[in-house]
């Protein structure tokens, strides 16, 4: 907790109205850098950051280190762009009433779940709307160290004709015994028609959500689903603002609605609907879809359940990202964060191993959320005028999975917002 009171007293708490003060140059010297996942490693390196910004990276002979910078010898560690969870829920108690919570819970809670596994940016798919931009407007203030959170609000669940527009997701006892806000803090919306799903994406899109998300099938396969002109429709007003729609599919047939009505991102795969087969991903490949795995999701989600029927959509899920991966389909890390309160990464990483490589895994955490997006220019690389949001990993991943969430620093804008006790 030491490295903890040392990050809070440097960054977590200056005062809103005081102009930061300048700061000095921050140097990583020693390490392998992996400055793009799909380029040979940097071995022995150093990264220069002033300003918030990457000035300079190359082996360590390279790098001029000016004088009075702060040093931080990482030898022996990995260097990557910082990591991103394009998959989180800022859903829990915790962080309700996010104007007035202290600064230094809000920072802790943001080390516990995030930072301390080195992740700098998030897009959260479904929470409060104000909850969440109140969390966002005090981090990007600079009075609580956390990640860049990007968020769509609420998600849309389909409705069943007659069906009332409230809707509960599980009865008040049992959402607050899971932890979560109170249901009605969350106004989730529930749709059938097109007109309605359409006003409420542009109500949300003209309060500044990032993205839309779409629930399009509830309550398991013979539950109410959204109809593919609705989809479609919603599809076309995000766009038309240059932002993204992402689905929760439920089913295979979900899938297929949504991905040919022009969806951006599958929020999950679709394990329990039984392997894809050419025709699903020849769809998905076409529609140019990014896939996040949330594989370690499952288990969670089925923790009561008979461990054999667990472990079968367990494989369903992986089996499913490895002909993904295998058809060169576009893939974004993520966990279902924040709904899932297992916050170590450590499954999560040996699951995806067993679908993927380590560079197409470094992939999926940093320049393929980056590029899908939009901040292809300024995040998921570690090169000269990128945003300095850097991990460095205790170890070598490239050898050992496990190694991706041994974090020694997290730096986001040149901040170091995690440091490991020593
Ligand atoms: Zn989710």
Redesign the pocket.
């Known amino acids: 907790m030491l490295g903890l009171a040392l990050v809070v007293g440097l960054f977590g708490t200056r005062a809103l109205s005081q102009a930061p003060p300048p700061r000095a140059p921050l140097a990583l010297v020693g390490g392998t850098i992996y400055t793009n996942p799909l380029l040979p490693p940097i071995r022995d390196g150093a990264v220069l950051v002033e300003g918030g910004r990457i000035v300079s990276v190359g082996p360590r002979s390279s790098v001029r280190i000016p004088r009075g910078a702060t040093v931080l010898d990482t030898t022996g560690s990995t260097i990557t762009a910082g990591f991103w969870n394009s998959?989180?829920?800022f859903l829990e108690r915790m962080w309700a009433n996010a104007a007035t919570a202290p600064a230094a819970d809000l920072t802790r809670q943001f080390q516990l779940m995030l930072t301390q596994y080195g992740f700098t940016s998030v897009f959260d798919?479904?929470s409060s709307w104000d909850h969440t931009r109140q969390l966002r407007d005090r981090v990007e203030s600079g009075e609580v160290a956390g990640p860049r959170i990007r968020a769509t609000g609420p998600a849309m669940f389909p409705k069943a004709a007659g069906a009332s527009p409230e809707m509960e997701l599980s009865p008040t006892a049992v959402w607050a015994s899971l932890g979560f806000m109170p249901q009605e803090t969350i106004r989730l919306s529930r749709v059938s028609e097109t007109a309605e799903a359409v006003a409420n994406a542009k109500r949300l899109l003209d309060l500044g959500a990032d993205g839309i998300k779409l629930y399009v099938t509830f309550g398991g396969a013979n539950g109410p689903s959204m109809s593919a002109g609705l989809i479609q429709a919603v599809v076309q007003e995000a766009h038309g603002r240059g932002k993204l729609v992402f689905v929760?599919p439920t089913t295979t047939a979900g899938l297929m609605t949504a991905v040919r009505a022009g969806v951006d991102v599958l929020?999950?795969t679709t394990p329990q609907s039984g392997p894809w087969n050419d025709e699903v991903l020849a769809a998905m490949s076409q529609a140019r879809v990014a896939l996040i795995p949330?594989l370690s999701?499952w288990r969670y989600q089925m923790r009561h359940d008979r461990i054999s029927a667990a472990d079968a959509v367990e494989e369903s899920a992986v089996g499913q990202l490895r002909r993904w991966v295998a058809a060169g389909g576009t893939v974004l890390y993520g966990t279902?964060l924040?709904?899932v309160t297992i916050y170590d990464p450590t499954v999560e990483y040996e699951l995806l191993a067993q679908a993927m490589t380590f560079p197409q895994i470094l992939a999926s955490l940093t320049t393929a959320p980056a590029d899908r997006f939009g901040e292809t220019a300024s995040l998921g690389r570690v090169a000269p005028g990128y945003l300095a949001d850097l991990t460095v990993i205790r170890g070598d991943p490239a050898r050992d999975i496990r190694a991706l969430s041994r974090i020694d620093y997290t730096i986001r804008d040149g901040n170091v917002i995690y440091r490991a006790p020593r």
């Open positions: 998959h989180v829920h798919i479904w929760h929020a999950h949330t999701f279902d924040g709904w």
